[in-house]
């Protein structure tokens, strides 16, 4: 049985960090076929970042520069770095295997 389980998200100041991890099981893990999303209220869920074929990652415009995908093949783990937070950057992030998904972590800036 597939599971994705995100820790790490929570409420944070504008500027600050945090980072987010997602625990995958019940399935090879392939960095590949993964990926990081986000839900903001009223919105639709969004790509946030991603591992491309040759080692190459993708990023969101948005949060190009400030925001870093990684992992630990070992821990069956996938990690998502947010470095200067901002308030538009409040929303449910999700981790995604194929069609499978997390059940997602909050992530909340404001002052």
């Known amino acids: 049985q597939v599971q994705l389980v995100e820790t790490g998200g929570g409420l944070v100041q504008p500027g600050g960090s945090l980072r987010l991890s997602c625990v995958a099981s019940g399935f090879t893990f392939n960095i590949y076929a993964m990926s990081w999303h986000r839900q903001a209220p009223g919105k639709e869920r969004e790509l946030v970042a991603m591992f491309t074929g040759g080692g190459g990652t993708y990023y969101a415009n948005s949060v190009r520069g400030r925001f870093s995908i990684s992992s630990d093949n070992a821990k069956s783990t996938l990690y998502l770095q947010m470095n200067s937070l901002k308030p538009d950057d409040t929303a449910v992030y999700y981790c995604?295997?194929?069609?499978?998904w997390g059940q997602g972590t909050q992530v909340t800036v404001s002052s």
């Open positions: 995604r295997w194929l069609t499978h």
